[in-house]
């Protein structure tokens, strides 16, 4: 078996599952690449529509691979492959989903701050720990958990290497939702995001995205221009007419 498992869970959702657990879900260069790849496929496919990312039981992803980090020079770290691992990660244009149990360190954290929807187990744990190896957060720690979970929270994390457990997590906005069973409830909720009109949910995600990185002004005007383009999708049309004939709507993301 590989280090990253696809499968189709339910009809246009995709599931990526983690998958070196002599590692910790450590991300290597490879792994991460592999979860690019797996994102970029996604994205082209129409037949996908949202995605799962999720990890073992006891851990989600315990960061960069430190054994690979060992050798990592000031050339290697500014020339690294990984920069456009991530940012692939960081341009997938569906709605993105993160289960996470257990511990979700270092790039693990970074990772699940890239899912627009993260659901916790009631063990979860999060933390941006590098402090302890002597370097920063690299895949945008310091920004992401600052916008997230505002910056004393971030301050906290990456100054001390403390973890947050999940309640201190959903308490600061960090994540969605704390679940019993993670895995079943990201699903559940990317079962229902699939059976959206997908333009207006892959909109949806970039206007909120815009919320948090760009100004109000800015945000406001995309939001009126995505709304009134919406009204020449043919998903409109269904989704109106469904409302108005009382049945269940049927969306072909056009
Ligand atoms: N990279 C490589 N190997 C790792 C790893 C990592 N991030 N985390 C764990 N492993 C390996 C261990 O080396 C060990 O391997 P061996 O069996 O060969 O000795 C194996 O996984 C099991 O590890 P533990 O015994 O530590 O497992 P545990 O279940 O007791 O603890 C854990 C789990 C709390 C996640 C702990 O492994 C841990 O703290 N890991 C490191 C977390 C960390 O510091 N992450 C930050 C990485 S740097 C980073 O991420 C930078 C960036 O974003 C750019």
């Known amino acids: 078996m590989g280090d990253l498992l696809l499968d189709d869970p339910a009809p246009f959702v995709r599931r990526l599952t983690l998958n070196r657990p002599e590692a910790r879900n450590a991300l290597s260069t490879a792994l991460l690449g592999e979860i690019a790849d797996a994102l970029d496929a996604a994205a082209a496919d129409d037949a996908i529509r949202t995605v799962v990312i999720t990890g073992g039981p006891k851990v989600f992803a315990a960061g960069a691979d430190i054994k690979e980090l060992a050798t990592r020079d000031v050339p290697g770290a500014l020339l690294d492959t ?3 691992h991530w940012s692939r990660v960081r341009r997938f244009p569906k709605p993105l989903l993160a289960a996470v149990a257990g511990f979700a360190l270092g790039g693990g954290c970074e990772l699940a701050m890239h899912a627009d929807i993260v659901v916790a ?5 999060f933390g941006q720990p590098e402090i302890n190896l002597g370097i920063v957060p690299g895949a945008g720690g310091t920004q992401r958990l600052a916008r997230l979970a505002g910056a ?5 994390l990456v100054l001390s ?11 600061c906005g960090l994540i969605a939702e704390i679940a019993s069973d993670p895995a079943a409830r ?17 909109l949806a995600k970039e206007l909120v995205l815009a919320a ?14 995505a709304f009134a383009a919406l009204f020449a999708t043919a998903d409109f049309k269904e989704g109106v007419g469904a409302f108005l004939e009382k049945r269940k709507p049927n969306f072909a993301g056009k």
């Open 186 to 202: 990201a699903l559940d909720l990317a079962v229902k995001i699939a059976a959206k009109p997908p333009l207006a949910a892959r």
């Open 152 to 156: 004393q929270i971030a301050m906290k």
């Open 161 to 171: 290497g403390e973890f947050l457990d999940a309640a201190e997590a959903k308490q």
């Open 121 to 125: 187990g009631e063990d979860a744990k």
């Open 82 to 84: 990984r920069v456009g």
């Open 212 to 225: 948090r990185d760009a100004p109000l002004d800015v945000g406001l005007a995309f939001e009126r221009k």
